[in-house]
């Protein structure tokens, strides 16, 4: 219930494609979902946050789409350059002093 | 500034040693946090200071030993390590430790057992 699962393990991209992450969890408690990306030899840092009163938010190329009934929510990242390349985790929380629950993490390469 | 400083940027340690890992935020944060990242693997919660007080371990064996001196500080005390800790350690920081806080994390510490 734990758990919060991350697909697909790695993804390769065109420049200037789609590249789009996926994450799925089960515990309805589950109330906060940022997104983080890791440059190799760095510490992650928070791309971006949803809550599940909303079901998009957009900052730049970067968007969360969140379907609470499906349990799901995904990162898509529009016109993908070589600097986008990296390790995205997606991860959830829920209220009280709670850690993160982190996926497994995706390693994304753009390709020129 | 959301920077978290954390030194030294890489260790070598024997079996026998003993070490000290150190991190830094000037935020106004008042929880901390340690993590261990493996390779390809996401990061692994070890401990939670809130408040300069331990609030979470997750059961992590007693050679890592936190340290919170004060509010701006988090110190990790490292005895006896084996092999398999060879990992990044990662520090962050947040707000209070609260829901739905950006936890800002430092570059991490690459550690290596001998």
């Known amino acids: 219930q734990q758990q919060v699962k991350q697909s697909p393990q790695s993804l390769i991209v065109q420049k200037g494609g789609i590249s789009i992450i996926n994450c799925a969890y089960e515990?309805?408690?589950?109330?906060?979902f940022p997104w983080y990306q890791q440059f190799p030899g760095k510490g992650p840092a928070l791309l971006i946050a949803?809550?599940?009163?909303?079901s998009e938010k957009k900052e730049g190329r970067f968007t969360i789409s969140f379907n609470k009934s499906a349990k799901q929510f995904s990162l898509h990242i529009m016109d993908s350059q070589p600097g986008d390349s990296a390790t995205y985790f997606c991860a959830a929380s829920f209220s009280g002093n709670t850690p993160l629950v982190f996926g497994k993490g995706t390693r994304l390469s753009v390709i020129a | 500034d959301t920077e978290v400083t954390q030194t030294p940027k890489h260790l070598v340690m024997g079996m026998t040693n003993k070490k000290s890992l150190k991190c830094e935020q000037h935020?106004?944060?008042?929880?901390m946090y340690w993590y261990k990242q493996k390779a390809k693997k996401p990061p692994e919660l070890m401990f939670v200071y809130s408040y300069e007080k331990l609030s979470i371990n997750e059961s992590v064996p007693s050679r890592f030993s936190p340290e919170c001196p004060n509010s701006s500080l988090l110190n990790l005390h490292l005895h006896a390590l084996q092999p398999e800790d060879s990992a990044l350690y990662l520090c962050?920081?947040?707000?209070?430790?609260?829901?739905?806080?950006?936890?800002?994390f430092g570059p991490g510490t690459r550690l290596l057992v001998l």
């Open positions: 949803i809550r599940p009163d909303v």
């Open positions: 515990n309805t408690a589950f109330d906060y």
């Open positions: 935020m106004g944060h008042r929880a």
């Open positions: 962050a920081s947040s707000q209070e430790g609260g829901l739905g806080e950006t936890q800002y």
